[in-house]
């Protein structure tokens, strides 16, 4: 059981990879800015978590369905995982917000300013 939450992690990811995918918003529309968007933000994160730890702040909870694998001291590798699911997530989240604003701007009535006054 020790592998639980990684699969359910990778299971995740590859949910946002298939959504990605489908509707063309984060990776499949720029690569090279998305890989070092998401590699800026799991690194921010991670810089975070280290100083938590360091700061005695944050701790590694037990549980059997972690693998137990540390990548730092109470920093496990499931971690890693959960925080680059968490900037995928994001910015597949806002890329389809985006696009959905677009769609609904672009369907307003000719002549209706977007904020909807009338002249």
């Known amino acids: 059981m ?7 992690l990778l ?6 990879v298939v959504l ?5 918003l984060f990776f499949w529309r720029d690569v090279p800015r998305a890989a070092v968007t998401l590699l800026v933000g799991v690194g921010f994160f991670l810089i975070w978590d280290i100083v938590g730890i360091d700061l005695g702040i944050f701790f590694r909870g037990e549980t059997s369905f ?5 990548v730092a001291p109470e920093l496990p590798l499931e971690e890693v995982f959960f925080l680059t699911l968490l900037c995928y997530l994001t910015m597949n989240l806002l890329a389809g917000t985006r696009i959905l604003a677009a769609t609904v701007l672009d369907r307003r009535a000719p002549g209706v300013p ?5 002249s």
């Open 114 to 118: 977007a904020d909807g006054a009338r």
């Open 2 to 8: 020790g592998f639980v939450y990684l699969a359910a």
């Open 20 to 24: 990605d995918r489908r509707f063309t």
């Open 66 to 70: 972690m693998t137990g694998v540390l």
């Open 11 to 16: 299971v995740s990811l590859l949910g946002m």
